[in-house]
């Protein structure tokens, strides 16, 4: 168990610094973009290939660590991190807006590697521990989620042209993760477990408890990503100062992490179904907040129990997850998993602002709605499946 302990610490800071590094890019992509761009509308750019390098790179990563191993797997990643973040310094040095997006791309891939931190911690903890270890090591990036709009805003002057400092600041970061990385002690899979090929991923794919996890991990992200993406612009539509808007979003990043150190022992007491569906249940609380009203009040009650419901639906569907996989399996399923939610990312972060633009905050927040209720109705319906099938046995 202190073993255990141990790995879980060491990867809670290795979360808070990608965290760190993620909330630094996300902070200075947009207006590097908006500053090289060709045309102001392809600002955002970058930040769309960022999370596309990230769904390309999710399964060949986890299949790759299967292979390998997840320590030596997690330190590819991060020379993935070292060798983009120099792309985008060099872009930035030559004044290249597509340079810049490839090397936002080549980031996304150590962001993928770096997703699978709270499922190590999850296969290397008893079943008592799994949902404590995968929720403690998310609660990382409640640190990261401060120290990332921090670092950029100390290092984006701190070398001409503009953002070159910033840029290279996150191979800091990534170097520190590289070297926490070497005290952490996971198994290498047996050379059985690496061959074997398991059931096909049509075959896991099919059991509604892997569909009902999918779907929260997913939707909650693309529901969470769709709201807080269009907060911004809708909040500056609305007259508030971009002061208001930072005060919100922080907010919310704080309310997703925050309830990583209690999540966990919720799940235990509670069970993972129920902490799900609550995680449904504040997400429809968040959309009624914001049907009621555009005052700062509004948005931030509404983005903070959006981030709390995310924290639920997410370690919830992902505790839920390891439980429907043999070890031969672990790979595929898990990537399959981070797939579906990097594609969400990536419908939503392109559909977010075209969507507050054209149709108002009021719609964005309609259009929410349904996505929700899918992920309430399935849990619901897994719920009395599973009872059934217990009366049954």
Known sequence: MNSTRRNVGLLAACQALLMTNNATLIAINGLAGLALAPRAALATLPVTFWVIGAALATMPASLHMKRVGRQRGFTAGILWGIVGALICAAAVWQQSFWTLCFGTLVFGVYNAYGQYYRFAAADAAGAEFKSTAISLVLAGGLVGGILGPTTSRYTVDLMQPRFTGAYLALIGFALVIMLLLRFIRIPMPDAKTRAAPGRPLAVIAAQ??????????????????????????AMGVGGHPYGDAAFVISSH???????????????????????????????FAAIGIALSGI???????????????????????????????????????????????????????????????????????????????????????????????????
């Open 208 to 233: 509604p408890k892997f569909i009902v996890a999918v779907m929260s991990g997913a939707i909650g992200y693309g529901v969470m990503n769709f709201l807080m993406t269009s907060t911004p612009i």
């Open 253 to 283: 990043v704080i309310a997703m992490f925050a309830p990583s150190f209690v999540t966990g022992r919720l799940i235990k007491r509670l069970g993972v179904l129920t902490v799900m569906f609550t995680g449904a249940l504040l997400n």
């Open 295 to 393: 005052a700062v009040a509004h948005f931030w009650g509404s983005l903070a129990l959006l981030g709390v419901g995310w924290n639920f639906l997410y370690i919830g569907g992902t505790t839920l997850l390891t439980e429907t996989y043999r070890p031969e399996e672990m790979a595929k399923a898990q990537g399959a998993n981070e797939q579906a939610i990097f594609i969400m990312m990536v419908i939503s972060s392109f559909t977010s602002g075209a969507t507050v633009t054209a149709a108002g905050w009021e719609r964005v927040n309609l259009y929410a709605l349904p996505m929700v209720a899918v992920v309430a109705a399935a849990i619901l319906w897994f719920g009395m499946h599973e009872r059934v099938r217990k009366a049954a046995a």
